[in-house]
């Protein structure tokens, strides 16, 4: 009953006239990203972040939410229409995607996307509205010590958000966390590493940071390299699927609904791991592999379903824990924290206008996404003509104006572009910018909990591991740890043997 009457709670939080309106706009600049090639979700977060500052709480973390999943729809469009993803987790459309366009099929691949994502979001959003609760009434039992092995444990997860080299991403996390230490220690008062700069003397700007990392390093990747394609020009057809194509299609979006929900939750999972899996689950169980790649619209429905579940399994960690389970989701811990807003276990008692607003949201975003993506996409095909010269320095112009406007001050958008150029340089070197903005966030956090926890001992480190629930979330953390270090050395030795192959074959 508590959960019902949350809910309804939430949607008389979301169904406002202010409230709709970000979460329709949050909605439609996803929709707008997701079409538009070489921007992506995260790029779009970090730079609309500043211009949610003065926004009560509710709608700016509404309507960012709404740019993360309506990227998710949107990103399907370009995927099948000119073989283009629009962001990451639509590579995999792709490949059933334009094919089923090329055979004059654009219009029910559209469909089935578009349907199949509403379907998953809409079952994803419900999974999430009934397990979250049960794990926020977990975490309330927490106290400094449970609250230090739960960070612990973040900053290990987070190293299982990267694609690449591990080593790299405890680099980076490294890297974070002494950015995190700069500015007034958090007991005595004192300066740290500020080298006599009072601008800094608070700690960097979150927002500079964020938007030089992802903002203005995404604009330099894509400028460096414009994305190209052949632009469709068939006739889209009809955009409702034939009973064919949902009887084919209707095992495959429930599929990767749950798998996409499922890999949302875990560390690492998010989105674009979601996709893939479920399109290597339809190509194992359909008794015609050999269509998959030549247009199976299965190719496109159980991965579209995917991504989009993935949305609200990502958002259970972060509403309830604190943690975020990818980058995307990282940045909206931000925004919480910017907002003034702590996000764990205490954010559904404190804040539950926040909480319950959100997941009400999706339900709401969902219906909305439906109706911008069937009968408007004339005009998201129009918008793929627009030249990459107008579109990239009118985004970083944006960039500057809504950093300075974060502070009021140069000196914050010279950070931004700074950390910028530190972005650009980190993703051409295959180090993922990511962990460094989770150690930067979590970083205060985890000392302060520290501390807090020794003053309780008297300096003692035996409360770590006395207290049950503290000890199990360490120990988890060191398994972690152990199965990252196993799979370093498993690959590393799968890496020397297939060398020395290569050696002998060419012998």
């Given at each position: 009953?508590?959960?019902?009457?949350?809910?309804?709670?939430?949607?008389?939080?979301?169904?406002?006239?202010?409230?709709?309106?970000?979460?329709?706009?949050?909605?439609?600049?996803?929709?707008?990203?997701?079409?538009?090639?070489?921007?992506?979700?995260?790029?779009?977060?970090?730079?609309?972040?500043?211009?949610?500052?003065?926004?009560?709480?509710?709608?700016?973390?509404?309507?960012?939410?709404?740019?993360?999943?309506?990227?998710?729809?949107?990103?399907?469009?370009?995927?099948?229409?000119?073989?283009?993803?629009?962001?990451?987790?639509?590579?995999?459309?792709?490949?059933?995607?334009?094919?089923?366009?090329?055979?004059?099929?654009?219009?029910?691949?559209?469909?089935?996307?578009?349907?199949?994502?509403?379907?998953?979001?809409?079952?994803?959003?419900?999974?999430?509205?009934?397990?979250?609760?049960?794990?926020?009434?977990?975490?309330?039992?927490?106290?400094?010590?449970?609250?230090?092995?739960?960070?612990?444990?973040?900053?290990?997860?987070?190293?299982?958000?990267?694609?690449?080299?591990?080593?790299?991403?405890?680099?980076?996390?490294?890297?974070?966390?002494?950015?995190?230490?700069?500015?007034?220690?958090?007991?005595?008062?004192?300066?740290?590493?500020?080298?006599?700069?009072?601008?800094?003397?608070?700690?960097?700007?979150?927002?500079?940071?964020?938007?030089?990392?992802?903002?203005?390093?995404?604009?330099?990747?894509?400028?460096?390299?414009?994305?190209?394609?052949?632009?469709?020009?068939?006739?889209?057809?009809?955009?409702?699927?034939?009973?064919?194509?949902?009887?084919?299609?209707?095992?495959?979006?429930?599929?990767?609904?749950?798998?996409?929900?499922?890999?949302?939750?875990?560390?690492?999972?998010?989105?674009?791991?979601?996709?893939?899996?479920?399109?290597?689950?339809?190509?194992?169980?359909?008794?015609?592999?050999?269509?998959?790649?030549?247009?199976?619209?299965?190719?496109?429905?159980?991965?579209?379903?995917?991504?989009?579940?993935?949305?609200?399994?990502?958002?259970?960690?972060?509403?309830?824990?604190?943690?975020?389970?990818?980058?995307?989701?990282?940045?909206?811990?931000?925004?919480?924290?910017?907002?003034?807003?702590?996000?764990?276990?205490?954010?559904?008692?404190?804040?539950?206008?926040?909480?319950?607003?959100?997941?009400?949201?999706?339900?709401?975003?969902?219906?909305?996404?439906?109706?911008?993506?069937?009968?408007?996409?004339?005009?998201?095909?129009?918008?793929?003509?627009?030249?990459?010269?107008?579109?990239?320095?009118?985004?970083?112009?944006?960039?500057?104006?809504?950093?300075?406007?974060?502070?009021?001050?140069?000196?914050?958008?010279?950070?931004?572009?700074?950390?910028?150029?530190?972005?650009?340089?980190?993703?051409?070197?295959?180090?993922?910018?990511?962990?460094?903005?989770?150690?930067?966030?979590?970083?205060?956090?985890?000392?302060?909990?520290?501390?807090?926890?020794?003053?309780?001992?008297?300096?003692?480190?035996?409360?770590?591991?006395?207290?049950?629930?503290?000890?199990?979330?360490l120990v988890l953390a060191a398994a972690l740890v152990a199965l990252l270090i196993?799979?370093?050395?498993?690959?590393?030795?799968?890496?020397?043997?297939?060398?020395?192959?290569?050696?002998?074959?060419?012998?």
């Amino acid at each position: 009953m508590d959960i019902l009457s949350g809910l309804i709670g939430g949607f008389g939080v979301i169904l406002t006239p202010a409230n709709l309106y970000y979460c329709f706009l949050g909605s439609l600049v996803g929709t707008l990203i997701g079409v538009l090639p070489g921007i992506g979700p995260l790029a779009t977060l970090s730079l609309l972040l500043p211009f949610t500052f003065n926004l009560p709480a509710v709608s700016a973390i509404v309507m960012l939410a709404a740019i993360f999943y309506g990227a998710m729809y949107g990103g399907s469009t370009t995927s099948i229409l000119v073989n283009i993803p629009g962001e990451a987790a639509s590579v995999i459309t792709c490949l059933d995607g334009y094919q089923m366009a090329r055979q004059g099929k654009a219009g029910r691949a559209l469909g089935i996307a578009a349907l199949g994502s509403f379907f998953a979001g809409t079952l994803s959003t419900a999974a999430l509205t009934l397990f979250s609760p049960v794990l926020v009434a977990f975490a309330l039992r927490f106290g400094p010590p449970e609250y230090f092995a739960l960070m612990a444990l973040g900053f290990v997860i987070t190293l299982f958000m990267v694609a690449g080299s591990t080593l790299k991403a405890v680099v980076v996390l490294a890297l974070g966390v002494f950015f995190s230490t700069i500015g007034l220690d958090i007991v005595t008062g004192k300066e740290r590493f500020t080298f006599g700069l009072i601008e800094i003397s608070g700690g960097f700007e979150l927002v500079a940071v964020i938007m030089g990392l992802f903002g203005v390093s995404e604009i330099l990747l894509n400028m460096e390299k414009m994305a190209k394609g052949e632009f469709f020009k068939k006739r889209l057809g009809s955009l409702l699927p034939t009973r064919a194509d949902w009887r084919a299609s209707g095992g495959p979006i429930l599929r990767g609904s749950l798998l996409g929900f499922g890999l949302g939750v875990l560390p690492g999972g998010g989105p674009t791991t979601a996709s893939f899996f479920s399109y290597a689950v339809e190509r194992r169980v359909s008794k015609e592999p050999q269509r998959f790649g030549a247009g199976a619209i299965e190719g496109v429905a159980g991965p579209e379903a995917a991504n989009n579940a993935a949305v609200g399994g990502s958002l259970i960690p972060l509403l309830s824990l604190g943690l975020p389970s990818n980058a995307v989701t990282a940045l909206l811990l931000g925004a919480l924290i910017i907002q003034g807003v702590q996000p764990g276990p205490m954010l559904m008692t404190q804040r539950p206008d926040i909480y319950w607003g959100v997941i009400a949201s999706l339900y709401v975003g969902n219906v909305m996404l439906l109706v911008l993506n069937l009968p408007l996409v004339g005009l998201w095909v129009q918008l793929l003509k627009l030249p990459y010269w107008i579109l990239f320095p009118n985004i970083l112009l944006l960039a500057v104006v809504g950093t300075y406007s974060a502070g009021h001050s140069f000196f914050d958008v010279w950070v931004m572009i700074a950390f910028g150029m530190v972005g650009y340089a980190l993703r051409k070197l295959d180090y993922e910018p990511a962990p460094f903005v989770l150690a930067l966030v979590l970083g205060p956090q985890l000392e302060q909990a520290l501390r807090q926890s020794l003053i309780m001992s008297e300096g003692s480190v035996s409360i770590f591991f006395t207290r049950p629930l503290t000890a199990v979330l360490l120990v988890l953390a060191a398994a972690l740890v152990a199965l990252l270090i196993v799979g370093v050395w498993s690959r590393r030795g799968l890496s020397r043997r297939l060398t020395q192959a290569l050696k002998e074959s060419s012998r």
